[in-house]
T-cell receptor, first 111, second 114 residues
């Protein structure tokens, strides 16, 4: 049974560029959440998708957007990248409001 | 607003010592969920436990144990007879019943020396 998978593992971009991160949930899970984890800090909630809609959003600007597909996989898009967007981006999946299981993350570096 | 505080930034112990990680939370909800996650150097957050606010029974799982006290808004985590493989960052998190997000503390880095 595959767990949560994320791609790519690492990514280097320059300021102003756009990036798309991908996540496949654990088998049987229908909900995907995205978190940003800056170095030395706890993860911060970006948003959650359920039934292909954004159900809840954290305190992140509109530059951060997402999508959930019919197979429950999800994408996180970040436009107009800033240096401060450099972080580990974690995807978590769950079955509705149960415990969230995390993927290995995508390390984004913005130069 | 919900908040989680992990006052200990780093803890260093010698193998076989016990280590207790503190977690204090704030919430206005009567129904909420508390979690502990482990983040090894690989970066993936590993789920350890979930407790709901109506279940104050302490739990033990192998060398791990959790002490939940609503009176002090604490949900502490103890590793008994620590091992080098326990070295990681440990996060406490809170989720309210009508909220879907996890609110994490800043994490405690545990280093177990051989």
């Amino acid at each position: 049974d595959a767990g949560v998978t994320q791609s790519p593992t690492h990514l280097i971009k320059t300021r102003g560029q756009q990036v798309t991160l991908r996540c496949s949930p654990k088998s049987g899970h229908d909900t995907v959440s995205w978190y940003q984890q800056a170095l030395g800090q706890g993860p911060q909630f970006i948003f959650q998708y359920y039934e292909e809609e954004e159900r809840q959003r954290g305190n992140f600007p509109d530059r951060f957007s997402g999508h959930q597909f019919p197979n429950y996989s999800s994408e996180l898009n970040v436009n107009a990248l800033l240096l401060g967007d450099s972080a580990l981006y974690l995807c978590a999946s769950s079955l509705r409001h149960n415990e969230q299981f995390f993927g290995p993350g995508t390390r984004l570096t913005v130069l | 607003a919900q908040k989680v505080t992990q006052a200990q930034t780093e803890i260093s112990v010698v193998e076989k010592e016990d280590v207790t990680l503190d977690c204090v939370y704030e919430t206005r909800d009567t129904t909420y969920y508390l979690f502990w996650y482990k983040q090894p150097p690989s970066g993936e957050l590993v789920f350890l436990i979930r407790r709901n606010s109506f279940d104050e029974q302490n739990e033990i799982s192998g060398r791990y144990s959790w002490n939940f006290q609503k009176s002090t808004s604490s949900f502490n985590f103890t590793i008994t007879a620590s091992q080098v493989v326990d070295s990681a960052v440990y996060f406490c998190a809170l989720s309210e019943a009508n909220d879907y997000k996890l609110s994490f503390g800043a994490g405690t880095t545990v280093t177990v020396r051989a």
